[in-house]
């Protein structure tokens, strides 16, 4: 919380707060400055002269001022659930059971977000919780709840895994 800050800061060595490279936080040991709040014991005048125009900059980020816009741009690029069974199994039905009710799920997410993608993965997690993926992509973008789940037990079924329990079953376009 922005609260917070300075305060979080203060025991921050300043190599993990990004405040330079590794030669600049080999300078600033030089000058005494290991954490946030040894940087921020420093004065205006003194930074700018051991750093240059960074120094400025040091000084108010160690005082929790940054006056730099916040760029928010993300694109979705995947959209997926996923299903953790109540009881492991390696019952055929089972698993096919759950995999349906994951393509429910995830048909209505992408219905609702207007999302589609032509790659599918399959994730799966096992009862000595190693997890396995596996991908296909198609020539064309998925149109149906009953394409995804063909798509999906054939993934599925490529898996060989009949003899191995699974607890999580998970699908991604």
């Keep these: 919380h922005p609260s917070q800050a300075l305060h979080f800061s203060a025991e921050l060595p300043v190599g993990a707060v990004g405040w330079g490279g590794r030669a600049t936080e080999g300078r600033m ?18 930074l700018p002269r051991h750093f240059g125009k960074a120094g400025r900059v040091f000084y108010d980020f160690a005082r929790g001022v940054d006056e730099r816009p916040v760029i928010y741009e993300w694109v979705r690029k995947s959209l997926g659930c996923e299903r953790t069974f109540g009881e492991n199994s390696a019952e055929p039905l089972v698993v096919e059971a759950h995999l349906r009710e994951v393509v429910e799920e995830l048909d209505g997410r992408l219905q609702r977000r207007q999302f589609s993608g ?16 596996r991908s296909a992509s198609f020539p064309e973008a998925f149109s149906s709840p009953e394409l995804l789940l063909q798509r999906g037990l054939e993934l599925l079924r490529a898996l060989d895994s009949a003899d191995h329990p699974l607890r999580l079953l998970g699908l991604s376009l």
Excluded: M, P, Y
Aim: net charge positive; glycine share 12%.
């Design 118 to 133: 032509r790659t599918l993965t399959l994730r799966v997690k096992f009862a000595d919780f190693s997890v396995l993926s």
């Design 29 to 46: 040991h030089q000058w005494g400055i290991r954490t946030g709040a040894n940087l921020r014991e420093q004065g205006l005048g003194q």
